[in-house]
């Protein structure tokens, strides 16, 4: 398997607003569902991982409260805010026009 790439600045935060745009999920599952769809290329590391989530929930983008987990364990689940589905709308507009951007570029080279 090639190595990780890295992500731009902010994809994280998108990607995880986007994980939690359906489900409330633990961090665990969060980073296993971003991981999973995208074909093992995105492998998102518990020391990015909750840092983002705190910073997601400072904003107030996310909210969290502890359950059990599928297995029994305390975790802490996450749930997207009614301010985070705006800011996820924000933010997927912002990608769709860098990745059209890029790809203009590119098919120049």
Same mark, same amino acid.
């Given at each position: #398997?090639? &190595?990780?790439?890295? /992500? /731009?600045?902010? $994809?994280?935060?998108?990607?995880?607003?986007? $994980? +939690?745009?359906?489900? !409330?999920? =633990?961090?665990?599952?969060?980073?296993?569902?971003?991981?999973?769809?995208?074909?093992?290329?995105?492998?998102?590391?518990?020391?990015? /991982?909750?840092?983002? +989530? =705190?910073?997601?929930? =400072?904003?107030?983008?996310?909210? &969290?409260?502890?359950?059990?987990?599928? +297995?029994?364990?305390?975790?802490?689940?996450?749930?997207? !805010?009614?301010?985070?589905?705006?800011?996820?709308?924000?933010? $997927?507009?912002?990608?769709?026009? #860098?990745?059209? &951007?890029?790809?203009?570029?590119?098919?120049? &080279?």
């Amino acid at each position: #398997m090639a &190595a990780a790439p890295d /992500l /731009l600045p902010g $994809t994280l935060d998108m990607l995880i607003l986007r $994980t +939690l745009q359906k489900d !409330t999920l =633990h961090g665990w599952m969060i980073s296993e569902r971003i991981q999973q769809i995208s074909g093992d290329v995105l492998q998102i590391t518990q020391g990015s /991982l909750y840092p983002a +989530l =705190h910073r997601l929930e =400072h904003r107030g983008w996310i909210e &969290a409260e502890w359950a059990v987990s599928e +297995l029994g364990r305390r975790a802490k689940f996450y749930r997207l !805010t009614a301010s985070g589905r705006r800011q996820l709308a924000v933010e $997927t507009r912002a990608w769709a026009r #860098m990745a059209a &951007a890029i790809g203009r570029v590119m098919k120049l &080279a």
